[in-house]
């Protein structure tokens, strides 16, 4: 018997902007079964040679780990696309940005892994006074760059990971609790889908 796919709502933005907890509230409001996948997810699989992964942040700083990462992309996309065809809906915070040494082009290979499934493409955004605030409070023992001073790599996430900036929706957490942000993309998903979406135009670039 022909299983239904399930959703997918990618949840894109940078380090502390707030989506691992809309993914949380996503799971625990939205109905029927939300697999949470995302860079922790990824990273928690890799070993110590491999890490940051796919949280390598912007800035071209590690050259000798962007070969692997188109691989390490398609390997969760691929992934999304199997739990959503078996019928699960899937929440994936990332972070996609394509300042590396040079282009690797991965969101729109990413893009093509999901042509002709239900992707809603959401674009987390929260301002630098507030992301560094956070940083602050938990810099989870200098896991998160912090200080007085926005650090160099804080200011690049903030610009690269919006770029192209082609959304389906644009949530600012600054203003709107995990909660909050959960139900706005709860009836986002009860309406009926306008394409090209995000992911079709973003397939085709």
């Known amino acids: 018997m022909a299983v239904a796919s399930g959703q997918i709502v990618i949840l894109n933005g940078a380090p502390r902007a707030g989506k691992t907890s809309i993914a949380r509230a996503v799971q625990n409001q939205l109905s029927g079964f939300w697999?949470?996948?995302?860079?922790?997810?990824?990273?928690?699989?890799?070993?110590?040679?491999l890490?940051?992964?796919i949280g390598l942040r912007p800035g071209g700083e590690r050259p000798d780990l962007e070969p692997v990462l188109p691989n390490l992309f398609d390997a969760l996309y691929q992934s999304i696309a199997a739990h959503a065809r078996l019928g699960f809906n899937v929440v994936v915070d990332i972070g996609h940005h394509d300042d590396y040494t040079h282009s690797l082009h991965i969101l729109p290979a990413c893009a093509r892994r999901l042509v002709g499934m239900p992707v809603l493409f959401i674009g987390v955004h929260c301002p630098l006074d507030t992301i560094m605030a956070r940083r602050n409070s938990d810099p989870q023992d200098g896991f998160y760059a912090s200080g007085d001073t926005v650090p160099p790599p804080?200011?690049?996430w903030q610009v690269a990971v919006h770029q192209p900036g082609i959304y389906d929706l644009e949530l600012d957490t600054s203003t709107l609790t995990p909660e909050a942000s959960a139900d706005i993309i709860g009836q986002t998903l009860a309406r009926s889908v306008v394409h090209p979406t995000a992911f079709e135009r973003l397939a085709d670039s």
């Open 154 to 156: 804080v200011a690049r």
């Open 51 to 53: 890490l940051p992964g």
């Open 35 to 49: 697999i949470n996948l995302g860079v922790d997810a990824v990273n928690a699989t890799l070993p110590r040679s």
